[in-house]
């Protein structure tokens, strides 16, 4: 499997995903259908599938266009976001399996950010698709669910393994940090990634993928001991 971050919008990411053996790939989350045709055309794969994360515009804005450009998409995203996601063919739930060629993602349900918000967890190699739910040392606002919602939603990726390659929806790192450097003054290991992102990003490189052991060390949500603390770090973050 091989993964290609595509820059879309002004700060979106969408990812082709690449079975090897067959050339066949999927996109996550094409906001906007020039850049990824021009990736796929680049390196000269056959577009099979739109993996969704969420229903927002940033997420699927490429989509109809896409299905136009190349017949016989699936078109995957979560059950409850029938009518809601653009050209949506394959309705998924809670531990069902999408597959391109060979590569096989398992459904994690994770609403908080939105009701019908899905990642993608691909166990080998170990990647997950997070979309808006978790970012690198954050979380999605909560526009359609409650703290409780996302304390269980982060739970469920947090525990995934340590070295999980995480792809989020967003460049939204030194932002995050920001903030958990204030949430957690004391915490060294925020004040360390805020130092490595820093030179990432001055070097025009992308701060994502990460992992889920950076997450487990740096993100103040992930971290949360409780729903209450959670609710006071998103309506902080939110005025941040």
Not at 28 to 48: F, I, K, M, T
Not at 61 to 74: C, F, T
Not at 162 to 188: I, M
Not at 191 to 201: I, N, P
């Amino acid at each position: 499997m091989r993964i290609v971050s595509i820059p879309c919008l002004s700060d979106n990411y969408a990812y082709l995903v690449i079975c090897e053996a067959t050339q066949r790939a999927a996109i996550v989350d094409p906001s906007e259908a020039a850049p990824v045709l021009a990736a796929v055309r680049q390196h000269g794969v056959e577009l099979g599938a739109i993996w969704n994360t969420h229903h927002h515009w940033d997420h699927t804005g490429g989509n109809q266009e896409l299905v136009a450009a190349v017949g016989g998409l699936e078109v995957v995203a979560h059950e409850s976001d029938r009518g809601r996601v653009p050209a949506q063919t394959k309705f998924v739930g809670e531990g069902d399996t999408v597959s391109i060629g060979q590569v096989s993602a398992v459904i994690i349900h994770n609403p908080g950010h939105t009701s019908g918000a899905i990642s993608y967890h691909i166990a080998d190699p170990g990647a997950v698709f997070t979309g808006d739910t978790l970012f690198a040392a954050g979380c999605g606002r909560l526009f359609e669910g409650t703290p409780a919602d996302m304390r269980v939603s982060l739970g469920k990726l947090a525990a995934l393994p340590g070295a999980t390659q995480v792809y989020c929806g967003h460049e939204y790192t030194e932002k995050n940090l920001a903030f958990a450097a204030e949430a957690e003054k004391d915490n060294s290991a925020i004040a360390e990634r805020r130092a490595r992102v820093a030179e990432l990003r001055k070097a025009g490189h992308p701060s994502v993928p990460f992992t889920m052991a950076e997450e487990q060390a740096t993100n103040p949500f992930v971290r949360a001991g409780s729903v209450d603390r959670l609710a006071e770090l998103r309506a902080w973050k939110d005025r941040f």
